[in-house]
């Protein structure tokens, strides 16, 4: 069964730029792995600073192996989540 995954990340106005960056840096490269199936990356119309993603892989074994690659550690755990002010994220079966 597919795998799901929505996101909603919040940074500071000023650090906008470099999330957007890393996120799409992100869309750029998550597509070439074997489980991924769409990674979509949107900007909150009216909230600067605000970003949601949509993520579906095969399984959750293939997010799982999405958190392992290079490109995730580098800029989702690197860049990304130390200037988030807020997070959420939601975990979805595809039906």
Do not use: I, Q, W
């Not at 392992?68 to 997070?87: I, K, N, S």
């Amino acid at each position: 069964m597919a795998f799901a995954v929505f996101a909603r990340y919040r940074c500071a106005p000023a650090d906008a730029d470099t999330v957007r960056a890393a996120l799409l840096k992100m869309r750029e490269l998550t597509p070439g792995e074997p489980a991924n199936l769409a990674y979509e990356v949107h900007a909150e119309v009216d909230r600067p600073g605000s970003f949601v993603l949509y993520e579906r892989y095969t399984d959750r074994a293939g997010f799982e192996a999405h958190r392992e690659t290079d490109h995730f550690t580098e800029f989702v755990a690197g860049v990304v989540l130390p200037l988030l002010t807020e997070r959420t994220v939601t975990f979805a079966e595809v039906l």
